[in-house]
């Protein structure tokens, strides 16, 4: 019979079976049954490369919703540690002031001729602006002790303690 391809037949009917087309199969899309510990984080740092090359990752839908979640409260969490650390640094930092301070001499020049007299700066440190705060909060209380009243009653009805604690540790009025 020489080249002539091999034919199954169906001895049923003794006609030959047609066959199907060979299968091929996309092992990239390959899931395991039971994924261990191990695949789930091989799946998990596929992705990351992934998404951080640039290209959509091939996730499955609970993959897809947990990677939403997670964007979602990176932004969150990202836009509010900015915000706090910007505007409580800015609080806790101490206030600079520069100023001219006296003249000094410039020195000499290659000739040697005297330079001009050149004023020098001087650079200090004051409190911070949650402090500056805080102390004409205080001085304010302790120069008007109806305000402070109020303000006491009105952090006592709200219930807080702390309040009136800060008020006795500053030496405000007490009832």
């Known amino acids: 019979m020489g080249n002539a391809p091999a034919v199954t037949l169906d001895m049923s009917k003794a006609q030959p079976i047609v066959q199907a087309q060979p299968v091929t199969l996309d092992m990239t899309k390959a899931q395991p049954i039971n994924p261990?510990?191990?695949?789930?984080?091989?799946?998990?740092n596929q992705n990351m490369a992934l998404a951080m090359s640039g290209q959509s990752a091939q996730m499955r839908p609970d993959d897809q919703a947990q990677f939403d979640a997670g964007r979602a409260a990176g932004t969150i969490a990202g836009g509010v540690q900015l915000a706090t650390s910007t505007g409580l640094g800015a609080l806790a930092a101490p206030s600079v002031t520069t100023a001219a301070g006296p003249l000094v001499p410039a020195g000499r020049d290659a000739a040697g001729k005297f330079l001009p007299w050149i004023a020098s700066q001087v650079t200090t440190e004051g409190p911070s602006l949650a402090r500056q705060g805080v102390s004409a909060a205080t001085d304010f209380l302790s120069a008007h002790p109806l305000a402070a009243a109020a303000l006491k009653r009105t952090l006592h009805g709200l219930g807080v303690g702390a309040g009136l604690h800060f008020l006795k540790y500053f030496g405000g009025p007490t009832p």
């Open 36 to 44: 261990t510990p191990l695949d789930t984080l091989s799946r998990t």
